[in-house]
């Protein structure tokens, strides 16, 4: 493994670092003001322009789309920046020191993950229908996996049914945590459900694409995340109830939601955990400023002793957490998902953990400002906590972890299946 970023990537770290300077850092104050005037007016779920107006910035700027990886761009016939996933990994890392920021760039989930996925997966029709609208940031998308009434941390849980009459599919089931339901530009929810309860445990579930407007789908409410809803783009419940969409609509065929949710879920919690590390970089630079500027009991809060170890704690954590993910990103651009499998399962392991205890030692340090919003660092922990669950909680993981290394020593090998669990 070369520890070295390409040319390219240099370029693009360049010109994305610089594109934060002069035009993200200095919007968070206006994107927190118009969040407050939205929600006096009642308008809380209208896009905000903070964001809209920076957006054709960033596409004259050459940083739209960066997440597109070289097959799917190939695979959709748009030909983006065309990173590979250790390409484009520290250029997630930057945009996430803002919560927010991946969205200037078209680069926020659940949108990348559909794009990828209709790319891959999807037919031509599908494809000249969703795709470059997407693209082009013209829409938004939900992706609908998680169920309230199942656990579905095991995906085989799921029970919405997809049934097949004639030429349509009816769906029909309760869905919560969908990202990006609750838009106003939402125009379709890739959905993932059963359509043959009959078939062998991994092959009864299908994904289909379902036009929001289509009749039967309810949004029935924001979901919040320690009081945060994340409007405009935000978690929903949705209730579907006698959804009828052509045949034509599925992805890949009957029985193949699970190959779709593995090559889904593999970049995105890539995208995920990197974007944690950005966070925590924020965070640790945060504490350090704060611990230097602030006197408590005699003398700088940086001379505390208790300070000092949380800062090089933090320091470690942070650079073990990215090699980690680099290596899973390489690996999966060198031999591919599936042998990627456990590193993969160990990143989203190490490094919502890590952002957590990094975020949560730079609040403390600033005291009861830490947890107010005069800082980003509340929404940061809200965020970070919250990817404990999303694209899978960490006992799934750690359970398959622990299997595939048991099987290292078992006389013929182990046989535990990759994890799908939910994802954004």
């Known amino acids: 493994m070369d520890f070295d970023y390409s040319p390219k990537t240099k370029e693009l770290q360049a010109k994305l670092t610089q594109f934060m300077e002069d035009y993200i850092y200095p919007a968070e104050k206006d994107y927190a003001a118009e969040m407050a005037a939205n929600t006096a007016a009642g308008k809380r779920w209208t896009p905000l322009q903070t964001i809209e107006q920076l957006k054709p910035k960033a596409q004259a700027a050459g940083l739209w789309n960066l997440f597109l990886p070289v097959d799917t761009a190939e695979a959709s016939g748009y030909h983006g920046a065309g990173l590979t996933n250790a390409e484009y990994a520290p250029l997630a890392e930057i945009m996430g020191r803002v919560v927010w920021a991946s969205e200037v760039f078209n680069c926020s989930a659940p949108d990348t993950g559909n794009m990828e996925t209709i790319a891959r997966y999807g037919s031509e029709p599908i494809k000249a229908r969703w795709l470059r609208p997407l693209l082009d940031g013209q829409i938004r998308s939900a992706f609908a996996m998680t169920e309230p009434e199942v656990a579905s941390s095991d995906a085989t849980n799921i029970a919405t049914r997809i049934e097949r009459q004639g030429d349509h599919y009816i769906i029909n089931g ?114 350090c400023k704060r611990a230097s500027s602030r006197t408590a009991f005699g003398k700088l809060i940086a001379q505390q002793t208790v300070t000092q170890e949380r800062i090089a704690e933090a320091r470690c954590k942070i650079d073990m957490a990215r090699l980690l993910t680099l290596k899973a990103a ?71 972890i622990a299997k595939w290394e048991l099987g290292k020593w078992a006389p013929h090998g182990s046989n535990a299946p990759v994890p799908v669990t939910r994802g954004c």
């Open 174 to 287: 309760r869905k919560w945590w969908t990202s990006g339901a609750n838009d106003p530009r939402c125009k379709v929810f890739i959905t993932m459900g059963k359509t043959d309860p009959e078939a062998a445990k991994h092959s009864q579930q299908s994904m289909v694409v379902v036009p929001a407007e289509t009749p039967g789908i309810t949004v029935l409410r924001a979901l919040n995340v320690f009081g945060y809803d994340d409007a405009p783009h935000g978690h929903a419940e949705v209730l579907f109830e006698n959804v009828k969409v052509p045949v034509d609509n599925i992805l890949l065929g009957e029985g193949r939601g699970f190959e779709i949710a593995q090559g889904r879920l593999g970049p995105g919690r890539i995208h995920h955990c990197m974007r944690l590390i950005g966070q925590a970089e924020r965070a640790l630079e945060l504490m």
């Open 330 to 400: 390489w690996m999966m651009d060198t031999v591919g998902n599936k042998v990627a499998k456990a590193e993969i399962a160990m990143i989203k392991v190490v490094a919502p953990s890590m952002a957590c205890q990094v975020i949560d030692w730079a609040m403390q340090v600033h005291g009861g400002a830490g947890i107010s919003d005069d800082f980003p660092l509340a929404y940061a922990y809200a965020n970070a906590r919250t990817l404990r669950f999303a694209d899978g909680p960490d006992e799934v993981h750690r359970n398959a």
